[in-house]
């Protein structure tokens, strides 16, 4: 079984500053882990992901995320806030080798303020 | 354009009256899925689809049917919808599931009165 746990629901920083969005997940083989984005009253959309191989991986927007097997974490960060990055944040994980399930966090509301 | 589209967007119905919200993809991919998402519980898999004829329940499949008769068409069906079942509703398809990249439809609201 797998499980991903998100720290904060809500996450407040100002324009320019670093973006933190952390992720621990629970995972009885080594994982794929994903991080989403949803922008108000949209679908989600890949911002990254983790399969194998290195282990900061780069996604879009500026983002990037970092697998790291011994805290079991991999935390999306940016280092200067923008406006448009307001949105909620969504940290998800399957089971690499087999499983189709999807297991998502319950996700971390980003707010940028002036 | 490469998308996957949900119907209807929005719906409000009573308990008990059967509904089908319809999901379709242009993109010829072979894995679908749905979830359902609340406040406060993030998204939750309530069925997904390796391929035609092949479905699996997720987490959360009790009060939901689905099928896949067809490659591009995966509907989700409540055929005595209850209050709880009140939700916003995603479809999604990947081409072959993980770890490829998966496209999210741009949501049913349903609300079940």
């Known amino acids: 079984a797998q499980s991903v746990t998100q720290l904060g629901s809500h996450v407040s920083v100002s324009e320019g500053a670093l973006v933190l969005l952390r992720c621990n997940y629970s995972?009885?083989?080594?994982?794929?882990l994903f991080w989403y984005v949803q922008y108000p009253n949209q679908g989600l959309q890949l911002l990254l992901k983790?399969?194998?191989?290195?282990?900061l991986v780069k996604g879009i927007n500026g983002f990037e995320a970092e697998f790291k097997k011994s805290e079991t974490s991999f935390h999306l960060t940016k280092p200067s806030a923008h406006m448009s990055d307001a949105a909620e944040y969504f940290c998800?994980?399957?089971?690499?080798?087999?499983?189709?399930?999807?297991?998502f966090g319950t996700g971390t509301q980003l707010k940028v303020e002036l | 354009e490469a998308q996957v589209t949900q119907n209807p967007r929005y719906l409000i119905t009573v308990t008990g009256k059967k509904l089908t919200v319809t999901c379709s993809q242009n993109?010829?991919?072979?894995?679908m899925s749905w979830y359902r998402q609340d406040p406060g519980l993030g998204l939750r898999q309530i069925y997904y689809?390796?391929?035609?004829?092949?479905?699996d329940k997720g987490d959360v499949p009790e009060g939901y049917k689905v099928s896949r008769k067809e490659k591009r068409n995966f509907p989700l069906i409540l055929e005595s919808p209850s209050p709880n079942q009140t939700s916003l509703y995603f479809c999604?398809?990947?081409?072959?599931?993980?770890?490829?990249?998966?496209?999210f439809g741009p949501g049913t609201r349903l609300t079940v009165l």
């Open positions: 995972s009885s083989v080594p994982p794929y």
């Open positions: 999604a398809s990947s081409l072959r599931g993980w770890p490829d990249t998966q496209y």
């Open positions: 993109m010829n991919h072979e894995y």
């Open positions: 689809s390796m391929n035609v004829e092949v479905t």
């Open positions: 998800a994980v399957t089971p690499t080798g087999g499983g189709n399930k999807l297991t």
């Open positions: 983790y399969t194998t191989g290195a282990t």
